[in-house]
């Protein structure tokens, strides 16, 4: 048994995890609130959000990873953007990559086996998420590794975005004006392209490539539903 492991997840089931995670808080009396604190749901997953430096490798700048077995998120205290709605997105992205990828009865279970720690090693190589924009050797590009980097992305924005919130902070607003989205990003503490992305995900806005110009998009948010409720 591995200490990370990928499977397929379909959007609906990440997002559950969200949700998961959110329940989690409340009982743990980290109940969550918008901004939200990705911090707070390490603390109520008993995961711990350490600075520390770390180097780049071959391959470039590391932006942070985790530590399964000592249940850590390391930010590299050498990136100075990682500050605001990239901090979230950074701690929320590692959060995914715990709920998602870390066979965690291993990581509670065992913690002095010289296996793992081989295992570890493998591990800490594949999980240290990188600044966007680099982009892996092409001859190296692994699917799985692409796609549990999706997977954790897409965690992120379930975890600091859900639709319920969204709903509740568009109305009044329009979705086709920069203004009225600048406004949203700094009510959740998210950057804007982390909303501009989920907001085109959800369907509820299109933004053509290249474009400035933002048209309304097909599934526009239908009514109001209960975050906790589900
Ligand atoms: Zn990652």
């Known amino acids: 048994m591995n200490l990370f492991s990928y499977k397929f997840y379909s959007k609906e089931e ?6 998961e995670v959110f329940k989690i808080m ?3 009396n980290f109940p969550p609130k918008w901004p939200f604190e990705a911090s707070c749901a390490a603390d109520a997953l008993g995961i711990m959000v350490s600075w520390e430096r770390i180097p780049p490798d071959e391959q470039g700048s590391i932006v942070a990873k985790i530590l399964p077995l000592q249940r850590k998120i390391v930010l590299n205290e050498c990136i100075s953007e990682l500050t605001g709605g990239f901090e979230q997105s950074t701690i929320a992205h590692e959060i995914g990559h715990w709920i998602l990828h870390v066979n965690q009865n291993e990581a509670d279970g065992l913690t ?5 720690n081989l295992g570890m090693k493998d591990a800490t190589k594949l999980y240290l998420c990188r600044t966007t924009g680099v982009k892996t050797n092409p001859n190296i590009i692994q699917s799985h590794l692409d796609k549990i980097e999706w997977q954790a992305q897409y965690f992120a924005s379930c ?3 859900p639709k319920e919130i969204l709903e509740a902070k568009q109305r009044g607003r329009n979705l086709t004006n920069w203004k009225h989205l600048y406004a949203m990003k700094e009510e959740l503490g998210v950057t804007i392209s982390n909303l501009i992305n989920r907001l085109q995900d959800l369907g509820w806005i299109f933004i053509p490539k290249g474009s400035k110009q ?3 998009g097909k599934a526009a948010p239908n009514g109001q539903t209960n975050l906790f409720n589900r």
């Open 159 to 161: 975890l600091l975005m």
């Open 214 to 216: 933002i048209y309304p």
């Open 14 to 19: 990440i997002e559950q995890k969200a949700y």
């Open 26 to 28: 409340e009982l743990e």
């Open 112 to 116: 002095e086996q010289l296996e793992l």
